[in-house]
């Protein structure tokens, strides 16, 4: 059973770089591809990016001046950067596993972490 | 960008009702729709992936349809256990993009 469980701080600070990971178990990371998402209190849910195991990215247009995905497949692991986060970045950050085919849809997901961007 | 206009935003309906939520495209993306349930304080869950394929464990109340700009998900008898928020989600090849519709929240009667 595949599980992805995110981890990073809870509070940054305004202007700076919010850093999380994604760990993988129960499969290999070199398949699939591997996106971030995120959920503001009460809102609904906006795709950030993803990553493919030979680290080809894509990423949401309306965050891809701040955005860096990356994987580290020795780890079995992928992270998000963005930076100069405001108060609008504060949001449960979720990392799932997309998949397949023709589609991308995401199968399996992090249990989702809150991040509140706050002096 | 392709826009999902999803609705209603919101629903309530009774248990064994059958219940339908819409999502409409901005532009013909074939069957690349997806539609998941979140429950508060969890993560969303796959339920309908290609527009109408079920998920495996999901149970067969649910269904989804639709080809084109519109798409589909119904619940044909509404549980208790339904209650819950809706997206769904399409996924555009060029250049690759990822949106969400804005949701449904299913409320009982």
Redesign the interface.
């Known amino acids: 059973q595949v599980q992805l469980q995110e981890s990073g701080p809870g509070l940054v600070k305004p202007s700076e770089t919010l850093s999380l990971s994604c760990t993988v178990s129960g499969g290999s990371i070199s398949i699939y591809y591997w996106s971030w998402i995120r959920q503001s209190p009460g809102k609904g849910l906006e795709w950030i990016g993803f990553i493919d195991h030979n680290e080809n990215t894509n990423y949401n247009p309306s965050l891809k001046s701040r955005v860096i995905i990356s994987v580290d497949t020795s780890k079995n692991q992928f992270s998000l950067k963005l930076n100069s986060v405001t108060a609008a970045d504060t949001a449960v950050y979720f990392c799932a596993r997309g998949c397949c085919g023709a589609d991308y849809y995401f199968d399996y997901w992090g249990q989702g972490t809150l991040v509140t961007v706050s002096s | ?1 392709i826009q999902m206009t999803q609705s209603p935003s919101s629903l309530s309906a009774s248990v064994g009702d059958r219940v339908t939520i819409t999502c409409q495209a901005s532009q013909d993306i ?3 729709v ?1 539609w ?1 349930q979140q429950k508060p304080g ?5 339920l309908i ?2 527009a109408s394929n079920l ?1 495996t464990g999901v149970p067969s109340r649910f269904s989804g349809s639709g080809y084109g700009t519109d798409f589909t998900l119904t619940i044909s008898s509404l549980q208790p256990e339904d209650i819950a928020t809706y ?1 769904c ?1 399409q ?1 555009d ?1 060029l ?9 449904t929240r299913l409320e009982i009667k």
């Open positions: 960008d074939n069957n690349y997806n998941y969890k993560a969303p869950k796959l992936y290609d998920e997206y989600q996924y090849h250049p690759p993009s990822i949106t969400f519709g804005q949701g």
